[in-house]
């Protein structure tokens, strides 16, 4: 048995992948980020601290068409492109490690997240890419939750008990956790094989197998990545997706980053307090992310999306409203901070769902990859605004998370330009190509074995 035959195999899978890059998003991006701006760092300092955690996850668009071009197909499409990038991130601790603390340094500090996030990068697209290949229609948007839910445990923990390590043992065992759990989960693409009867290890005994329309040989010409990627963009549907990946959590980068000045200097709180609220929201975005992949698959991904980012955007100007009644109290922080994620959570299973179903040809990863990689674009645009908004434009709090939940709704109404029928429609004539390709591809690997 193996991933493409076995649904608990490959749900374990990609769950696992998702939990291992959920652990440094929570401790770099939360944990640290708090720890220092209650040190006293400004919105601009933290903001650019979390753009270089986040930059490397623009980089989504160049691994893509590397990953769908060169593999050692014997032990999978996938599987070589994660194995090496698990092996790239915990590299990347342990030269972290080697370096002892550099909290102080911001600059320093920056460019390891950046060095380790590039890899971490790196396995999202292949995991992502292994989901698109592995994944039946039907199972989308359930795994898709599980997938973002297991993300969100190890965010939790990243945040949560990596700030604690981090309080009590310093910045060194915080990293050298994350290590241990790395080795732990990369235990799991060296067990499970994409397809039967390839090769576990390179020196292993196995060979390629076809699985799918795609060619067994380990190089794919760029030239017919690009051409199918023109022919999958030809459609409006996946135009307006496009733009609506680019623009639609541009709100979340700005909450992510105000929420944490307005906690520890506007309200003068513990950074470790809100460290552990990312941990205790974690059962709500773990419910969110297995009520979104329900709901996406038995009444449409549109509403999911609507509803979860759209209420998220709601949740902004909310608070908004309630820091400019004076009534952004303590109490009213930590109950926004622990909700809003969960209601994040349903409308990202919807996003992940909806790119995974408009995404067609052959260079299908790819694609799904482009709309992933737009999403961290806007992420990162979202921080980088927070600088724009509060320093250059001098807004206040409550009108900086207004600013968030206007960019977080305005883009909703592209959504009703996304056609998942003219997708299929366009899909038909391609899945016909497919089976005559892998007739070709069968008869020539028959062909040379003789």
Known sequence: MAL????WQRTTMLCGMYFAQGVPWGF???????????????????????????????????????IDVFTVRSMGRRR??????????????LLILSMGDISQDLQLLGWMFFLHNCFASLQDVATDALAVDILPPDEQG?????????????????????????????????????????MLVMLLPLIFLERAGERRFPWSKGQANLGTSVTTQNVRPISDVISDLMKGFS????????????????????????????????????????????????????????????????????????????????????????????????????????????????????????????SWTKASATMF??????????????????????????????????????AMITPLFLLFVVRPGEVDQAREPEKELDDVDAEIDSESDSSSEE
């Open 4 to 7: 493409a035959d076995n649904r």
């Open 28 to 66: 770099m991006g939360t944990a640290v980020v708090t720890h220092l701006t209650e040190k006293g760092i400004t919105d601009s300092e933290a903001g650019h601290l979390s753009f270089m955690v986040l930059l490397p996850w623009t980089f989504k668009l160049i691994w893509a068409p590397i």
């Open 142 to 182: 359930r795994v898709n939750g599980m997938m973002w839910g297991t993300k969100l445990v190890g965010k939790g923990l990243g945040a949560g008990g990596m700030a604690t390590l981090m309080t009590t043992f310093g910045i060194e065992a915080a990293v050298m956790a994350q290590f241990v759990i790395l």
């Open 235 to 358: 459609l409006t549907t996946n135009w307006a997706y496009f733009m609506y990946g680019l623009m639609h959590v541009v709100g979340w980068g700005i909450v992510e980053i105000v929420g944490k000045t307005y906690w520890t200097q506007k309200l003068e709180l513990d950074s470790t307090d809100y460290s552990l609220i990312e941990t205790q929201s974690v059962p709500f975005q773990i419910c969110g992310a297995m009520i979104g992949g329900w709901i996406a698959d038995k009444f449409g991904r549109r509403k999911v999306i609507i509803g979860g980012l759209g209420g998220y955007g709601l949740m902004a100007f909310i608070f908004a409203a309630l820091i400019a009644a004076n009534r952004g109290s303590e109490k009213a922080m930590y109950w926004y901070l622990l909700l809003n994620p969960g209601i994040l959570a349903v409308g990202s299973v919807g996003f992940l769902s909806m790119g995974m179903k408009i």
């Open 369 to 406: 990859t482009i709309y992933m990689t737009l999403s961290n674009v806007g992420h990162v645009i979202g921080h980088k605004a927070v600088g724009v908004l509060r320093d250059t434009l001098e807004f206040s709090y409550e009108g900086t998370f207004a600013a968030a939940g206007l």
């Open 80 to 93: 070589p492109w994660i194995i090496s990038a698990e092996l790239m991130m915990a590299m990347s601790l």
